[in-house]
């Protein structure tokens, strides 16, 4: 165990000590002589991001609640932090017992975004643990990582020995007790080599070392060959409530999101073009409301936070989200707790909705059209009219609420000037439904990001719009956006751009990553942190055409560096996806209309599927029996 007094000093020294204490309520610590594996999920990002991250909170609680495994919990430590454990020599450590990271037998890494790769190095680096998995031993323990970047796994692939594709409640178990048992067998004696094979046998995980990438003379890829191909995507058929932790951790200190988080629903088939989640999540799932009743009553009761937020892709989209949300505020209100929806669509919110929440805190909606324009909407399959905006604008501030937050993208493909003028102009009229109720108390605060091209959606073949039209785009939201009480923020291009080079890029970016590291590249999501220079002399110095992968278009033909994952759409699928939104065509969303066929396999639309296919079928019988 680390040395309390040496660490005490430390902490003294450091701008937050709170994130790297511990001892949070509700954390578990088992005794390590009752267990027969010790696992280290680990959050590359600062405690006060990553301690609310539901997918680690789940995975803590589903794994703690097996007698056989331990499991703990690291984050990243600051660039102070970092600077002090390297001068006293001091490894990384878990935040429950303070044990050395390299002591666990299996350390899971969260790669929710592409931006903390890096960090994913400093961990391990600090961990003593050699960085690539070509140089780990028997000793050494086993490094894991899942999460919605690892659905394109190839950059960071020499230092991650085996990627879960997809969920992780079943496949990190079936993981966990295969090196269970293989422990067992062997009596203590390891064969890591041998155990990668196995694992790469476990539906829905990615063993890189395993698979052999060939490239051809115009450096795309030729052919990717490997044991299981491709390597299709675990997910879990129901959202089962024993899994949910329904006491989850209480930080030490203020986290980014300080408050009860439920997940209600799962999946996304709305099928907007740009969403890589909507895409890689499916099939929808939705938890029932009286689950998610019981769930938030022990979760507010063993937290005593003030505020309960209803999680999912999209929360109004819930068949029952009226009910829930009806009850959470009768429920919860008289006592002071909010209920928020952080993530509503504006063509399924409703006035009965709105009636439900407005006796909780007021503290803003926020509501994502993405783009301004019909025809532009159209093309991102995100058909939402101005008329149905402005009608949810009147429901919002009628009730009570002063401030709305939107938010859009710029350089998404076909777009013109005229659509970024349109942002403003959208944002205006807003800004006029809220005046109407509150005068110059009424606000629209609208968030502009750069559109970056993500695997597995029908937009992965198209290049990132350049840095030129892109400034030129945030000048005309400038210029535009002069009004009292309307605030536009965008985000600087350098951070989407080295976003896409690690979102699209193949194993080459490995070695791209670590040199940005070794020269100092820390927290790339953090705009305090970020260095864009280091990672272009990182692309010069492995003579990598930035453009090459960021700018380019990609033809059908060409295979992709995430080809060989199979992420439950099929490629034909985005493939006509990407054709329809270049003629400005929409496709339904396949809950409430037909089919659209997304996947190779039923596995991509679950039981819906299956019961439309059994319907056609027994269609097709009446007729040929009618025929004859």
Same mark, same amino acid.
């Given at each position: ?36 594996? *010790? ?8 405690? /006060?991001?990553? #301690? ?19 499991? /703990? ?15 006293? !020599? ?26 903390? =790769? ?26 894991? $990582? ?19 594709? !997809? ?33 790469? /046998? ?24 490997? +044991? ?22 209480? +930080?030490?200190?203020? +986290?980014? &999101? ?92 409703? #006035? ?43 429901? #919002? ?9 939107? =938010? ?9 000037? @005229?659509?970024?003028? $349109? ?12 005046? *109407?109720?509150?005068? *110059? ?5 609208? !968030? ?6 993500? +695997? &597995? ?40 751009? #080295? ?32 260095? &864009? ?19 380019? @278009? ?58 439309? *296919? ?15």
């Amino acid at each position: 165990m680390i040395d309390t007094a040496a660490l005490g000093s430390i902490l003294e020294r450091v701008k937050k000590p709170a994130r790297y204490l511990g001892g949070e309520w509700n954390s578990i610590i088992k005794d390590e002589a009752q267990v027969e594996l *010790k696992v280290l999920l680990s959050y590359p990002d600062a405690y /006060e991001l990553g #301690v609310s991250n539901q997918g680690v909170q789940i995975l803590y609680t589903v794994l703690n609640g097996r007698p056989e495994f331990l499991c /703990e919990r690291v984050y990243a430590p600051w660039p102070d932090m970092e600077a002090e454990l390297r001068a006293a !020599g001091m490894p990384l450590f878990s935040l429950e017992t303070k044990r050395p990271c390299g002591d666990f037998d299996v350390i899971g890494f969260s790669l929710g975004y592409e931006t903390v =790769y890096t960090n994913v190095l400093t961990m391990l680096d600090l961990s003593h643990i050699p960085l690539r998995t070509i140089h780990r031993g028997d000793g050494d323990p086993l490094i894991v $990582a899942g999460g919605h970047a690892a659905f394109n796994p190839e950059p960071m692939s020499p230092f991650i020995d085996a990627f879960c594709i !997809g969920e992780g409640e079943e496949a990190m178990t079936d993981l966990l007790d295969l090196v269970r048992v293989d422990r067992v067998e062997r009596m203590g004696t390891a064969d890591r080599l041998a155990l990668l094979h196995r694992i790469a /046998e476990i539906p829905g995980w990615y063993v890189p070392s395993l698979y052999q990438v060939d490239y051809e003379g115009d450096e795309s890829i030729a052919r990717v060959v490997g +044991p299981q191909l491709p390597v299709r995507k675990r997910f879990v058929k129901e959202l089962r409530s024993d899994w949910y932790p329904e006491r989850p951790i209480v +930080p030490s200190m203020r +986290p980014i &999101h300080a408050r009860a988080q439920i997940e209600i629903v799962r999946g996304c088939t709305r099928g907007c073009r740009f969403c890589q989640a909507g895409m890689v999540t499916r099939p929808v799932r939705e938890r029932s409301a009286e689950d998610i009743k019981k769930l938030s009553a022990a979760a507010l009761g063993n937290t005593g936070y003030s505020e309960i937020s209803l999680l999912s892709l999209s929360s109004s989209d819930h068949s029952q989200i009226e009910e829930i949300v009806s009850n959470a505020a009768q429920e919860f209100c008289a006592e002071g707790v909010s209920v928020a929806l952080p993530s509503l669509r504006i063509e399924s919110f409703s #006035v009965g909705l709105a009636d439900a929440i407005k006796e909780g805190k007021k503290s803003g909606f926020t509501f994502a059209p993405e783009a301004a324009t019909e025809r532009l909407r159209n093309v991102i399959n995100k058909v939402i009219p101005d008329e149905r905006l402005l009608a949810t604008a009147e429901a #919002v501030y009628s009730r009570g609420w002063r401030t709305i937050k939107l =938010y859009f993208m710029i350089g998404l493909p076909t777009e013109t000037d @005229a659509d970024v003028v $349109a942002i403003c102009n959208l944002a205006k009229r807003v800004l006029h439904v809220g005046r *109407k109720h509150h005068g *110059k108390a009424a606000s629209v605060h609208v !968030g502009v990001s750069t559109f970056v091209p993500k +695997p &597995h959606t029908p937009f992965q073949w198209v290049g990132q719009e350049s840095r030129e039209v892109i400034a030129r785009h945030q000048d005309i939201l400038r210029r535009e956006s002069r009004m009292h009480g309307l605030k536009i923020s965008w985000n600087d291009y350098d951070s989407s751009e #080295v976003e896409a080079v690690l979102s699209r890029g193949d194993r080459r970016i490995g070695n791209v990553i670590q040199r940005a590291w070794e020269q100092g590249a820390r927290f790339d999501g953090w705009r305090e942190c970020f260095r &864009h220079d280091l990672w272009m002399a990182a692309l010069a110095e492995e003579k990598l055409d930035l453009r090459w992968y960021t700018s380019r @278009a990609r033809s059908y033909e060409e295979t992709l560096p995430w080809g060989h994952i199979d992420a439950g759409v099929s490629s034909q699928f985005l493939w006509a996806e990407w054709e329809r939104s270049l003629a400005a065509g929409t496709t339904d969303d396949c809950r409430y209309g037909q089919c659209g066929r997304c996947g190779t396999d039923p596995r991509a639309c679950g039981d819906a599927h299956r019961i439309r *296919k059994s319907i056609r079928l027994e269609l097709k019988r009446e007729r040929t029996v009618a025929a004859n």
